[in-house]
């Protein structure tokens, strides 16, 4: 079993940063899919981020590309997400996600199978 514990979000002006972290536990396996997802009231989740462990490889929403990056420290079962240039369309509940995945795609349309219990954002302009 694998258990996500969010933590980093808070109020910020717009054009300020954020970084999110999220704390797993229970790995036991080293290729995973992990992805940061979000969800404002009265909208869909939306996939902001995803990386996977085995080759690095990433996706970025084409709404937050050049200004959030996504990151994991292996050694310290750690997932970031750094957010610069905060807007205010970027409030939201932000979850992090993760699935053990051997082979095949990580990316926003990965079936998620961990997530965490969520960190609000709250951007103001």
């Known amino acids: 079993q694998v258990q996500l514990v969010e933590s980093g979000g808070g109020s910020v002006q717009a054009g300020g940063s954020l970084r999110l972290s999220c704390a797993a536990s229970g790995y036991t396996y080293s290729s995973y899919c992990m992805g940061w997802f979000r969800q404002a009231p009265g909208k869909e989740r939306e996939a902001v981020a995803t990386?996977?462990?085995?080759?690095?490889?990433?996706y970025y929403a084409n709404s937050v590309k050049g200004r959030f990056t996504i990151s994991r420290d292996n050694a310290k079962n750690t997932l970031f997400l750094q957010m610069n240039s905060l807007k205010p369309e970027d409030s939201a509940m932000y979850y992090c996600?993760?699935?053990?995945?051997?082979?095949?795609?990580?990316?926003?349309?990965?079936?998620?199978?961990?997530w965490g219990q969520g960190t609000q954002v709250t951007v103001s302009s």
């Open positions: 990386i996977y462990t085995r080759d690095g490889s990433t």
């Open positions: 996600a993760a699935r053990r995945i051997s082979f095949g795609l990580c990316g926003p349309g990965t079936d998620f199978g961990y």
